[in-house]
């Protein structure tokens, strides 16, 4: 197996690296594509040292997949360059995702959908990914009609800049100096942005409407409502999501927790809170303080937190070779 | 006018003291108490030193008004003293809150309901007056049936030593030190704590309950029903809410925002975004980003910031006194 990563110095295709040589043994060549800014910088992974380059018709040659971290515009730009060659390109940017003939894969979900791919599958948005593995399992016991959800989204969601700029922040205040945001809209530390995204559709932003359409495509209801609002805290790693749902018929807490601890993935917090700071770095998805909803008749609250660049991105774009790999 | 601060040392009773100042100017006479701990320190009020004594029957008497800034158990001790000796007691504490003969009362919402005490006014929760200031001006386009709501909590929540336990948090991390929490159940720095005030209730804490039983009391809406999950964020002052709500008819955004602007105490953010750094250390209520709410047919979703020791407790007291000396 030979795979690509394009956008390989950015905090998700760091971590992509990583996750395959967690998840892929079989795995024998990576090359790793950025731009041309980046070309001959290098990278270990496992013994060796990987020298970056920009992709192009001959580096392309040979390989099996290539997992897209760059932008919308880069994915558009170097898909057909990637699936002319042969290669299967996995996408974590949005420009895909709602292609008719693109799946978009949660393995644990809807992996089945990978397999029907022409060339190209999207990885679904990181907050999407990380409700979505809390919410299939009670999909399964009566089909979800209704979410309404609230985030905690972590700084890494924008990426190494992200994180770099809480941590400049809080050492700036911490030593009397003014903060000028860059990265965000407003200062992180110490406060919370109510909005992820470019707005459109009557003030949703562009992160909040992800969840009801990528969230119909994974779980196949294409009839679920999905109300989403995004806020920025100020956490390095891993997203949390409060949410509320409604399903067709009335789902008791003890079936929900049951079907959640039963789903590959994820992990019911029985007696103990989930909270980014213990779910960040690692790949599963915990779920936790499932209870009756006293707004939805029958439905439930829930509280989930998972990785944003593990589980979130990287991790299940790789675990899309992994099923991918194992199925065909 | 004289009034009595019973609480005097924390951070709400400081900032009560503040308050008298600037909202109350015939105020002539302030007595500070707190514990036996507390006595004989002293607190600065407009030109005066002020000592801190431990409420007792003889210091009592001729007072208007005693603000209560202390726990339910000492609030319900020390009521009969209070009240014996004349004195009108706005209680800060849950434990008066749902008592039938306790007025509880957000100045703005239901100052009328304060005319009707038998010597004891209550002041809600703090996430509950925030939320119900946003609201209010919306339930009186129509009474309003559901609320779904997620909370970003400040520290300050948990008083001053909530606020010392996040910089010693971060300051220790910088360091390279261990963190060991002792005010919240977890490390509150760079994190977020998805549950505040002790179980109850088939899964849902005693804060998270609060805004249904003291929203239904404040709205005169018995069978309101409300969903909440109540999450820590290391914020220092300012809560925050992301709810949607449906009322008996559909109310449009531009209804709800034009109610919102011509409502006193509430502010509408057209055109930025209300974050808890910009909103703290002050008496507004901060509302915005209102939208047609996806999952509940005609409903909205709305998001609001307010100081919670301001206008979610100190600010909140002093104005029903306002409220009382104004209308009596």
Redesign the interface.
């Known amino acids: 197996m030979k795979i690509g990563i394009l956008g390989a110095t950015g905090a998700v295709g760091r971590q992509m690296l990583q996750c395959i040589e967690e998840q892929l043994p079989e795995c024998e060549e990576v090359r790793l594509f950025a731009s041309e800014r980046s070309r001959g910088k290098t990278a270990k992974w496992k013994q060796e040292t990987l020298t970056i380059d920009v992709l192009n018709e001959e580096n392309v040659q040979g390989l099996d997949y290539v997992l897209g971290a760059v932008s919308a515009s880069l994915a558009k730009e170097y898909a057909p360059l990637i699936t002319g060659a042969g290669a299967v390109f996995v996408d974590n940017s949005r420009y895909f995702r709602l292609f008719d003939d693109v799946p978009l894969v949660v393995p644990e979900i809807n992996g089945e959908d990978a397999l029907k791919h022409h060339g190209i599958i999207a990885n679904p948005n990181c907050s999407t990914i990380i409700t979505m593995m809390a919410a299939a399992p009670i999909a399964k016991i009566s089909p979800i009609t209704?979410?309404?959800a609230?985030t905690?989204q972590a700084v890494s969601g924008a990426g190494i800049e992200g994180m770099r700029e809480?941590t400049e922040q809080?050492?700036a205040i911490?030593e009397g100096n003014k903060v000028e945001p860059h990265v965000f809209?407003?200062?992180i530390a110490?406060?919370?942005?109510?909005?992820i995204g470019s707005e459109q559709e009557?003030?949703?932003t562009s992160e909040e409407m992800k969840m009801?359409y990528e969230g119909r495509k994974i779980l196949h209801l294409p009839e679920l409502?999905?109300?989403c609002?995004c806020?920025r805290?100020?956490?390095?790693r891993s997203h949390?999501i409060?949410f509320?749902l409604q399903c067709e018929e009335p789902v008791e807490?003890e079936q929900a927790i049951k079907a959640i601890k039963a789903f590959p993935g994820d992990v019911y917090a029985d007696d103990f809170?989930?909270?980014?700071?213990?779910t960040s770095d690692q790949d599963l998805v915990y779920v936790?303080?499932?209870?009756?909803?006293?707004?939805?008749d029958g439905g439930l609250?829930v509280?989930c937190c998972g990785d944003q660049i593990r589980k979130g991105a990287a991790s299940n774009a790789v675990a899309i070779i992994r099923y991918l790999h194992d199925h065909l």
């Open positions: 209704k979410i309404i609230s905690y809480l809080v050492k911490s809209p407003a200062q110490y406060n919370c942005i109510p909005a009557e003030g949703y009801q409502k999905v109300t609002t806020v805290v100020p956490v390095y949390s409060s509320s807490p809170l989930p909270m980014p700071l213990d936790g303080r499932i209870r009756r909803d006293l707004v939805f609250a509280w």
